[in-house]
């Protein structure tokens, strides 16, 4: 077997020189129940949509002889259906994932490019015998780009469908890729309404009531539902990450994770996979991520593979326009101790829709593969899946909009320290800092005296902030100075509380370290300096809670 990895490969015929796993009997899912429908698959981006594409692609084209490619595959088993199906019709298929315009106009232009383009694919139209010359007189116009009118290119591929019905006298399969990336370009961009109004005529004209129409197979990150861009297709099916519709198709199954491993000599780490790149499906069935699998393959290492294939910036927007529900009420700090949220999950989400309810959002985050949905009920638990996508929330979305709110919030917290507002405290480090570390880094209590060190020392500039002060009977933990003639001077011990959350205790821990301070006189050093201020703090930690004792001498 060869155990070269496809990374990256999208093309079905240069996929079977590489180490493959059969996702053939898609086919015969398609031809047993789509027959005459228009099928929607929405899985997060690089999760083998286009691979699957062109794979329908090789199968049904009539431009092709595709045998070599699929006799060794499991489609090739039923031989009623290749006998049927394989290579006897025409295929239309558009991709939509290079276009990305920061305009209208531009978009427009990349659309009617990609239609003309299409049209080029089929010559042979201008010499059948079987359309009026009306028809060839069509077809040129839109292969020349006549129209300046991006409407007038709405049922071009109805017309296309007709055409190509008409010469072969079998109805035609539509493939539409990434059909929704043009229109989050054209959210990100200002221009959506325009955007919908367009796409919403080109996919009524292809794919409602288009009698030369076999089946249609459309792919995308996202179902868009308010805007009804498919309004009216009364046969319309929808698969989508979150249901068992087509579910193993799309990722990486158990089964195959198993055997793939195997294959590379890599099955002692099957626990560890999982962790890392699982805990995608259903209920029944939990997927992998491919892209991330693929590259963990080739390089026999752990990495953040997916979510480096591309910048963030639609998470950090997303998050920066749901404050109030990511950081206000610290949701996502829960998801990263690993905990569960049960919402209405809603797969019809549109781009207008993200930012009005935290269902919404949570939904969303759901399609693009940054959380997974397991069902409850009429109801939804949503959880972060895997390490890999953990490392997205900690480092590339807390920890940016935890050291942003830091900066902005830094007076205020000085402020608290130098006036002895233990609730200030505990609110700012419990919201902000406990929030972004709990989880990964403060696993003792030496983890939480550098971070706690490490904000002291960027807030008090105008002080000595040193950890670990010594005298004759132990040592504090966090002690600040006056560099000059300052009048103030605070020390703090800590203890972390390993047992489950105890308001009760956590009081009790902070009482004990504000009590060893003052018996083990960690104030010494001030004192000695005549200080008019000497404030002691004794904080008691469990996970991301926090209480605090307080004394001023």
């Known amino acids: 077997m060869n155990l ?78 290749c006998s049927e199906y394989l290579n006897k019709y025409p295929v239309i298929r558009l991709n939509y994932k290079n276009i990305n315009a920061n305009s209208y106009s531009t978009l427009c232009e990349q659309i009617i490019d990609s239609i003309s383009i299409l049209y080029r694919k089929y010559p042979e139209i201008l010499s059948s015998d079987d359309l009026f010359e009306i028809e060839k007189n069509e077809y040129i ?58 796409f919403k005529s080109l996919y009524s004209s292809t794919l409602k009531g288009n009698d030369y129409m076999l089946f249609s197979l459309v792919t995308g990150v996202l179902e868009i539902g308010k805007e009804s861009l498919f309004s009216g297709l009364n046969n319309l099916s929808v698969s989508t990450i979150s249901d068992n519709k087509l579910i193993n198709y799309f990722g990486f199954t158990e089964s195959e994770i198993k055997n793939t491993l195997k294959e590379y000599d890599l099955l002692y780490n099957l626990d560890n996979v999982n962790k890392w790149y699982g805990g995608y499906g259903t209920n029944e069935n939990t997927i992998y991520n491919p892209w991330s699998i693929l590259n963990y393959l080739e390089n026999k290492s752990f990495s953040y593979y997916w979510v480096n294939t591309s910048t963030n910036s639609l998470i950090h927007t997303l998050f920066e326009n749901n404050k109030e529900y990511v950081y206000d009420k610290e949701i996502f700090a829960e998801f990263l101790n690993n905990k569960k949220l049960t919402i209405d999950f809603n797969p019809k989400i549109s781009y207008r829709d993200i930012n009005n309810n935290i269902d919404s959002f949570l939904s969303f985050l759901v399609q693009i593969g940054y959380l997974t949905a397991k069902k409850i009920d009429d109801q939804y638990a949503v959880f972060i899946p895997n390490k890999e996508i953990q490392y997205v929330f900690k480092n590339e979305v807390i920890g940016k909009q935890s050291t942003k709110t830091l900066l902005t919030i830094a007076a205020s917290l000085k ?139």
Not at 50 to 71: A, H
Not at 177 to 192: G, K, L, R, V
Not at 465 to 484: A, F
Request: proline share 2%; glycine share 2%; charged share 30%.
């Open 415 to 553: 402020d608290a320290f130098i006036n002895g507002s233990n609730d200030k405290i505990k609110d700012i480090l419990e919201n902000y800092i406990l929030t972004s570390f709990s989880y990964y880094d403060l696993n003792n209590e030496k983890s939480y005296q550098l971070v706690i060190t490490s904000i002291l020392a960027t807030l008090f500039d105008e002080y000595i902030v040193k950890s670990e002060v010594n005298n004759d009977k132990g040592r504090c933990d966090i002690m600040i100075l006056p560099k000059n003639n300052n009048n103030l001077g605070i020390v703090i011990e800590l203890k972390k509380y390993n047992n489950k959350n105890s308001k009760k205790r956590l009081e009790e821990y902070a009482s004990k370290a504000l009590k060893q301070i003052i018996d083990k006189k960690y104030y010494q050093e001030l004192k000695s300096r005549e200080l008019k201020r000497i404030i002691l703090y004794g904080l008691a930690f469990d996970k991301y809670s926090l209480e605090i004792a307080y004394k001023e001498l």
């Open 141 to 198: 116009d839109v292969t020349d780009k006549k129209y300046t009118d991006p409407f007038q290119y709405a049922n071009s591929i109805l017309k296309l469908s007709n055409y190509l019905y008409k010469i072969y006298k079998k109805k035609v399969i539509i493939l539409i890729d990434e059909y929704d990336t043009p229109i989050q370009s054209a959210f990100d961009n200002n221009y959506y309404d325009e955007a919908i109004s367009f």
């Open 4 to 81: 070269n990895v496809p990374i990256g490969i999208e093309d079905f015929a240069v996929a079977q020189n590489y180490y493959y796993i059969d996702k053939t009997l898609l086919i015969k899912n398609i031809i047993d129940a789509y027959i005459g429908k228009s099928l929607l698959i929405t899985r997060p981006r690089r999760f083998g949509k286009s691979l699957n594409l062109s794979m329908v692609e090789y199968f049904f084209s009539n431009k092709t002889d595709s045998t070599s490619l699929f006799k060794d595959l499991s489609i090739f088993k039923y031989d009623d259906i």
